[in-house]
């Protein structure tokens, strides 16, 4: 019987898409605007979900934008840059998930504030399968967006486990927000910002090659420390 689980980011934690994202969205202000944005200017609204991402650099530059046609936009984009280059999964994430999937104690689940259109050929691109995950959360179906803890509760839900025997792996300050806010346990990757800005987390590591399943579960057993 599963007792605990592993809660999965998507952008900068199965895959390193930040770079794409960040690329796909400057094309998309410069087509639809004509307006010249920088790549950094994204970062502050990373794990934000697709609609806060783009409207956050909007309002920095006083750019009146249409939401939905400028996402949609982004996403055609994100693809054909996809298309290109096929993104592999981050350095670990196999190798976790395949481990979880020997283990009878383990559930696992996805919860991307990213549209499901736009997310699920990103994960199936990386080789995993949709159906090793017992649960599958993405922004088209919560209300709010990290870093409120919706999503996360959501997840712990639905996997029928209380929030505090889930490990969320995030990699954005807004991720990690979210994470602790809903009371999971959180492991931190560095990558999209800096161990610094991360520092919530109960844990930052590099990258999820670190990890195995014995020291997670050390985390999910042991206190929660206070932040």
């Known amino acids: 019987m599963a007792t605990w689980a592993l809660v999965f980011d998507v952008d900068g934690v199965i895959a390193d898409t930040e770079a794409l994202n960040a690329t796909a969205s400057v094309e998309m202000f410069r087509q639809l605007y004509g307006v010249e944005v920088k790549p950094e200017d994204f970062r502050p609204f990373i794990g934000t979900g697709d609609e806060r991402y783009v409207e956050g650099v909007a309002e920095k530059y006083g750019v009146k934008i249409d939401t939905q046609a400028a996402v949609a936009r982004r996403a055609e984009n994100f ?13 670990g994430v196999l190798e976790l998930v395949s ?9 696992l689940a996805i919860a991307t504030s990213g549209q499901a259109a736009k997310q699920l050929p990103v994960i199936e691109g990386t080789k995993l399968k949709l159906e ?5 959360i993405t922004g088209d179906v919560v209300t709010r967006k990290k870093p409120d803890p919706q999503i996360y509760l959501l997840a712990a839900q639905k996997l029928g486990l209380p929030p505090q025997r889930c490990i969320v792996i ?12 809903a009371g999971c346990r959180c492991v931190a990757v560095t ?19 670190e990890l195995n399943l014995d020291k997670l579960r050390e985390l999910v057993d042991s206190p929660r420390r206070r932040v």
Do not use: M, Y
Request: proline share 7%; aromatic share 6%; no cysteine.
């Open 79 to 91: 693809f054909k840059l996809l298309a290109e280059k096929p993104l592999p999964a981050a350095p």
């Open 99 to 107: 481990e979880a999937r020997q283990s009878a104690e383990v559930k």
């Open 132 to 136: 090793w995950f017992d649960v599958i």
């Open 170 to 181: 995030e990699d954005a300050p807004a991720g990690v927000q979210a994470a602790i806010a």
């Open 191 to 209: 990558g999209s910002v800096d161990a610094g800005q991360l520092a919530d987390a109960d844990l930052v590591v590099d990258t999820l090659a």
